[in-house]
């Protein structure tokens, strides 16, 4: 079988396979729901009744325009229940800023620095231990990239004093 392709032997397009990938993520959304639901009935008293038509409208407001970040299971669960082609948009979008990250090595770079006082300049340094690692080791593929990521982990604890 081809790598990509389906238990068909034939490779999906990108939209049967973000379907795919979100229904593959279905436990995470149907568990992020019913923690709303369980919250509304001990915290907030309401019946199971209420606590559900509760979380139902909620869910028939969430925000799509959100950081990539910030977007819960909750809020793309919504977004598929009450437009599915939004939800679908969306999760395409949390996967195309999830591709640059990986890409420029912002998000690993921001795990990093330090919760509050973190600096820009921390932030560069990083980025370009990346860039020189990246020049130097030539990685061919997604694979060789991450060992490179993986690498660049060790001279940061000389940057930052050993401090995270």
Known sequence: MAPGSGPDGVVPTPEA??????AAARREMVA???RQIRF?????????????????EW?????AD????QVTWFDLAGLIEHDPERGQAAWQ????????????????ARTLE?????????????MVIVEALR??????????????RSTWRLPMSSISGGRR
């Open 93 to 108: 979008t949390l996967k195309d800023e999830a591709r640059q990250e990986l890409a420029t090595g912002f998000r690993a």
């Open 59 to 63: 869910l028939a407001h969430a925000p």
């Open 66 to 69: 959100q950081e990539a970040d």
């Open 17 to 22: 396979r973000a379907i795919q990938e979100l």
């Open 114 to 126: 330090p919760p509050v006082t973190g600096r820009p300049y921390e932030r560069a340094q990083v």
């Open 32 to 34: 992020a729901v019913t």
């Open 135 to 148: 020049q130097a080791l030539e990685p061919r593929d997604v694979l060789e990239e991450l060992l490179v």
């Open 40 to 56: 509304s009935i001990e915290q907030l008293q309401l019946s199971p009744q209420e606590a559900a038509a509760r979380v139902r």
